[in-house]
């Protein structure tokens, strides 16, 4: 089982002597304008033998919400800031992080839905996570998955970042209840 680093951003508001000394040298003075820099560092987390993630409600490794209309219209799923850095970004490398949060770049996933008893898995240019430019929200693309499972608003789905023996990482997928409120055969 993979380590679980859990990422954060260090902001550095507060500059050393060295560092206002190296300022001044540079030309800018001591106006007070300060750029606050930021860094993505990551801490130990989880211990290493977690039991395998089962995608319940009762796990808190993973993220469970109902799905909105918009989410289907556009085929993509929208996860907080917190969502992301606690369920997500703590199973990934920092390398992989750093390519999602350095640039608005579509980093192509695989994505597995363990609905059924068989498995279905997911790759294409369509497949992606992505940061949005507003830095509050990360999107996955996954418009296959919605059309195949024919998701209507509503809809529990639980999702989680895993990796196999191998690995490879990838998002899990789980319808876990239909909405009561719409029927499921919004065609596209």
């Not at 990422?7 to 540079?26: D, R």
């Not at 919400?65 to 369920?87: C, D, N, P, R, Y």
Request: proline share 3%; glycine share 6%.
């Amino acid at each position: 089982m993979a380590v679980s680093m859990k990422k954060t951003f260090y902001y550095n508001f507060f500059p050393t002597k060295a560092e206002e000394q190296e300022e001044e040298k540079k030309g800018g003075g001591s106006s007070g304008e300060k750029q606050i820099s930021r860094v993505l560092i990551e801490m130990h987390d989880f211990p290493d033998n977690q039991p395998p993630l089962l995608l319940k409600r009762t796990d808190p490794r993973g993220i469970i919400k109902a799905v909105s209309v918009s989410e289907i219209q556009m085929g993509i799923l929208f996860f907080s800031f917190s969502e992301t850095f606690e369920h997500i970004f703590r199973h990934w490398t920092l390398d992989e992080v750093n390519l999602v949060i350095s640039g608005y770049n579509k980093f192509h996933v695989l994505v597995k839905d363990v609905t059924d008893h068989e498995e279905t898995e997911y790759r294409s240019d369509r497949i992606f996570f992505q940061r949005l430019q507003n830095d509050e929200f990360y999107i996955l693309g996954c418009l296959d998955v919605i059309r195949n499972r024919y998701l209507s608003a509503g809809d529990e789905i639980g999702l989680a970042w895993e990796r196999d023996r191998n690995g490879t990482g990838m998002f899990l997928f789980k319808l876990l209840s239909r909405s009561k409120r719409a029927p499921a055969n919004i065609m596209f």
